[in-house]
T-cell receptor, first 114, second 109 residues
Framework: KAGVTQTPRYLIKTRGQQVTLSCSPI?????VSWYQQTPGQGLQFLFE???????NKGNFPGRFSGRQFSNSRSEMNVSTLELGDSALYLC?????????????FGPGTRLTVL | AQRVTQPEKLLSVFKGAPVELKCNYS??????LFWYVQYSRQRLQLLLR??SRESIKGFTADLNKGETSFHLKKPFAQEEDSAMYYC???????????FGKGTRLSVIA
């Protein structure tokens, strides 16, 4: 099975711009979660989508949003970028049921905001 | 709210020495605990989960509910164990993983 894929792998944006990141989960996985990884804060949960519905949400401002499509692919959007949004954004997928507790992570998208 | 604490940002040990990466959690219920590892230039991957009670790459971890800890141990460190290690907790089947801030393990030859 192919692993979780994320595009693009690298992005450079300037303050005030917006960005869209994409994640393709493992085939058959219906749950997609997004995390922000920074050296100071580690991995912080952004949100989780399951069957096109947001199931969980972390403590991030409304500038961070996401969605999931019927094929389980997911996108996250960050509007009005700030310098502090520079981070590695990780996507993870799992089957999605209450007992499917293993998450598989993608390689991440490294976002740099100048 | 659940919280995972990894008190050491960096742990350096010599090859062949025992390793213990500490993880403490706060959660009033029965959590699922995991250890994830991120080797240089590789993606984050699951190393251990407490329900499996297995040993992976020589690592073991025991859930101590009394001390709310889930420390990761290996009796003899190898150079290839050098990586970033994250402890994570899930409160229930459909809740998100909560990660600690990670410990960088450096094994010195």
């Amino acid at each position: 099975k192919a692993g979780v894929t994320q595009t693009p792998r690298y992005l450079i944006k300037t303050r005030g711009q917006q960005v869209t990141l994409s994640c393709s989960p493992i085939s058959g996985h219906r749950s997609v979660s997004w995390y922000q990884q920074t050296p100071g804060q580690g991995l912080q949960f952004l949100f989780e989508y399951f069957s096109e519905t947001q199931r969980n949400k972390g403590n991030f401002p409304g500038r961070f949003s996401g969605r999931q499509f019927s094929n389980s692919r997911s996108e996250m959007n960050v509007s009005t970028l700030e310098l502090g949004d520079s981070a590695l954004y990780l996507c993870a997928s799992r089957i999605g049921g209450p007992t499917s507790n293993e998450q598989f992570f993608g390689p991440g998208t490294r976002l740099t905001v100048l | 709210a659940q919280r995972v604490t990894q008190p050491e940002k960096l742990l350096s040990v010599f090859k062949g020495a025992p390793v213990e990466l500490k993880c403490n959690y706060s959660y009033s219920g029965s959590p699922e605990l995991f250890w994830y590892v991120q080797y240089s230039r590789q993606r984050l991957q699951l190393l251990l989960r407490h329900i499996s009670r297995e040993s992976i790459k020589g690592f073991t971890a025991d859930l101590n509910k009394g001390e709310t800890s889930f420390h990761l141990k290996k009796p003899f460190a190898q150079e290839e164990d050098s990586a970033m290690y994250y402890c994570a907790l899930r409160a229930g089947g459909n809740t998100p993983l909560v990660f600690g801030k990670g410990t960088r393990l450096s094994v010195i030859a």
